[in-house]
């Protein structure tokens, strides 16, 4: 037998896409989805209208930063946080994951650690993986609101490996939002150790009550040391475009990225001309958004209010909520719903809160619940999970 790679040996299944396979067998039981962030908004009619009048002659290869009038349009959008920004700062990945791996690639020699503010989202295993890093997790609560680590606690995390800190804004699982206070602490940190950071924002339009703060925003002497992704996919409803962006003023990184994108050719060109569109709507476009996952997210905490025995935060931005419930094993409670658990032929799919953590043990009673659906649906699927918890032979 061929030998694998260590890598390979290590590398994570996602507890999500595992409890799918399951779901796919039971054909005839309607399930409520609230373990993926796959929204069921419509995708915005001139991003589909760019994708249908893309009708060349010959489908080419485009390059490697992507063409230069995505490279344009998503610098002229980010130049909302930061005005001096141009096409040379932004680099067209194929999703904001593939920019998340070409960052951590460019930044990280094997061995080396990322640290990542936990619970956070599964698929940085996966890329820390592929680049050869191994992932710390810094402890994020949901007593004090997921708030960022003290400065002492973030010094005492940074070890001889340490080659940068990633974290999600608004943070997928938890729903904090982080603001200038906080992005400013992180400035000063990685100026002080020399690192770089992550600025995850793949969900900066999607806030309740304030804003999240761009790491696009700080002052430019600070922006060396930041790396912001963003992506398609949440913001205009358009995960399967797969187009996502890298973005940083740190000019030897970004020499780095566009050899890494020479490696794997060039982002497909119709998700390009179909984000440009995307790129041009107006704000009046981010507010209906925003007032979209307002009022999911708001049906959800609602349902989640009226279950007894549940700790449900009120999630301040993206639309996920980790919920702490009175189970043995939220893994095992996942399970038992798809398998077992069914009301008038429906059931519901939560993501059990493990696979959100990288300490072992961690999240044993959490899930994470995500405002993907209509508010009709997510207020049933609340129904669901009291009647679900009211029979599941594992409560505690
Ligand atoms: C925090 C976060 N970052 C990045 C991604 C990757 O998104 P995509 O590759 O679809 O742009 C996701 C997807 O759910 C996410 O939740």
Redo the contacts with the bound molecule.
């Keep these: 037998m061929p030998r694998l790679s260590d890598r390979a040996q290590v590398l994570q299944e996602s507890a999500i896409r595992k409890l799918d396979l399951t779901v796919a067998t039971f054909p005839r039981v309607t399930f409520h989805r609230l373990n993926i962030?796959q929204p069921d908004v419509a995708t915005p009619i001139p991003v589909l209208e760019a994708l249908a009048s893309y009708q060349p002659d010959v489908i080419a290869y485009g390059p490697a930063s992507g063409l230069p009038v995505c490279r344009e349009a998503a610098a002229a959008y980010h130049a909302r946080w930061n005005p001096g920004l141009t096409a040379a700062h932004v680099a067209v990945t194929t999703?904001?994951?593939e920019a998340?791996l070409f960052a951590f690639t460019a930044l990280c020699d094997p061995g080396d650690e990322i640290l990542v503010l936990e619970p956070y989202?599964t698929n940085y295993n996966g890329f820390a993986t592929v680049a050869g890093a191994t992932v710390k997790p810094l402890r994020t609560n949901l007593d004090d609101g997921f708030a960022l680590p003290s400065d002492e606690e973030l010094d005492a995390a940074v070890g001889p490996r340490t080659r940068l800190l990633v974290f999600?804004n608004p943070a997928?699982p938890t729903g904090a939002v982080y603001d200038q206070a906080d992005l400013e602490r992180l400035a000063a940190w990685a100026q002080r150790h020399d690192l770089t950071v992550i600025s995850?924002e793949?969900y900066r339009r999607i806030w309740f009550d304030e804003p999240p703060f761009s790491a696009l925003e700080l002052p430019e002497e600070v922006q060396d040391h930041f790396v912001v992704?963003d992506?398609m996919?949440k913001t205009y409803s358009s995960?399967g475009l797969r187009i996502?962006f890298l973005i940083s003023k740190n000019e030897a990184l970004m020499e780095k990225v566009e050899r890494l994108g020479q490696a794997r050719l060039g982002p497909q060109p119709a998700g390009q001309l179909a984000a440009v569109a995307g790129l041009q709507l107006g704000e009046a476009y981010y507010e209906e958004v925003r007032l979209t996952y307002k009022a999911r997210v708001d049906a959800l905490v609602d349902a989640l209010g009226q279950i007894p025995g549940l700790n449900a935060p009120s999630p301040s931005g993206a639309f996920y909520a980790m919920v702490q419930l009175p189970v043995d094993s939220s893994e095992k409670f996942a399970r038992w719903m798809v398998e077992e658990f069914r009301d008038s032929g429906e059931s519901l799919v939560v993501a059990p809160g493990p696979g959100f953590y990288g300490t072992a043990g961690a999240g044993a009673q959490e899930i994470r619940l995500a405002a993907v659906l209509g508010e009709y649906r997510i207020r049933r699927a609340g129904q669901l999970l009291e009647r679900a918890l009211e029979q599941y032979p594992g409560r505690s």
């Design positions: 962030g999703g904001g994951s998340l989202y999600s997928n995850d793949v992704i992506s996919s995960c996502g």
